[in-house]
């Protein structure tokens, strides 16, 4: 199974990604966690997205379209994969599509998980304080401030794919304001696999 999550920053793309790994033993591919993961190492690349993500703007579509298509091409993404935080524009969507058809792939599912801002902001703080509280890292870009400009870029920027992904019959949208499992009920449901 190939999939596609969708939605805003906080909406449970992670959280939900885990579950459909779990049912369906498929890669979880997040572009975010990958980005972290070079800024961490201070990479080449982590070194060069580290500022852009803090300040909770894209980083560079080239980058995360390199990155993604050398991912998809080692022989474990053979067995399925669900994207979480990729695509995220129109030209991620284009090439990520011209990939599928280079390897001759097809995506099957592609799932908008919807929650409104004031819930997002709500969660986001949560993560950082709990972060906080058990000594772990907080994300540079959970706090209020930072949260509008990725909410900015998500509005103008990912959310065209929707209609993007709705003209191909491909999307299907869940409620991700419910509790976790609830949502997971929902999403396992509109794949099909209820
Ligand atoms: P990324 O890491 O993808 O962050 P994001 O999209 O902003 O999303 P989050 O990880 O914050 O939220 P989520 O939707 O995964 O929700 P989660 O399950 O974690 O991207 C970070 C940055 O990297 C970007 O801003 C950009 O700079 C860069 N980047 C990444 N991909 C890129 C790309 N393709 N192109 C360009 N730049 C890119 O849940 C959030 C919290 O809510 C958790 O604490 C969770 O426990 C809780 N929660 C989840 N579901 C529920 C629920 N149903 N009820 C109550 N609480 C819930």
Redesign the pocket.
């Known amino acids: 199974m190939r999939m596609v999550?969708l939605?805003?920053?906080?909406?449970?793309?992670?959280?939900?990604?885990q579950r459909i790994v779990s049912r369906f033993g498929i890669l979880h591919l997040?572009?975010?966690?990958m980005?972290?993961a070079a800024a961490a190492a201070e990479t080449c690349i982590g070194r060069k997205?580290k500022r852009?993500?803090a300040?909770?703007?894209?980083?560079?579509?080239q980058?995360?379209i390199a990155a993604?298509v050398e991912r998809i091409s080692q022989a474990d993404a053979g067995r399925g994969f669900v994207l979480?935080?990729?695509?995220?524009?129109i030209s991620?969507a284009v090439a990520f599509d011209d990939l599928l058809d280079t390897e001759g792939l097809v995506l099957d599912h592609v799932v908008e998980?919807r929650a409104d801002e004031e819930?997002l902001l709500d969660?986001?703080l949560?993560?950082a304080r709990?972060a906080m509280e058990s000594g772990g890292a907080v994300?540079a870009?959970?706090n209020r401030e930072t949260l509008k400009v990725?909410l900015d870029?998500?509005n103008e920027q990912t959310a065209p794919l929707v209609e993007y992904y709705r003209t191909r019959d491909l999307l299907r949208s869940v409620d991700?304001?419910?509790?976790?499992d609830?949502?997971t009920f929902e999403l396992f449901r509109a794949i099909g696999q209820g």
């Open positions: 999550l939605g805003p920053p906080g909406a449970g793309k992670g959280t939900q990604a997040s572009t975010g966690d980005l972290r997205v852009m993500m300040s909770g703007a894209l980083v560079p579509d980058l995360v993604i979480d935080g990729f695509p995220r524009t991620q998980l819930v969660r986001i949560t993560r709990e994300r870009d959970d990725r870029a998500y991700g304001l419910q509790p976790v609830a949502v």
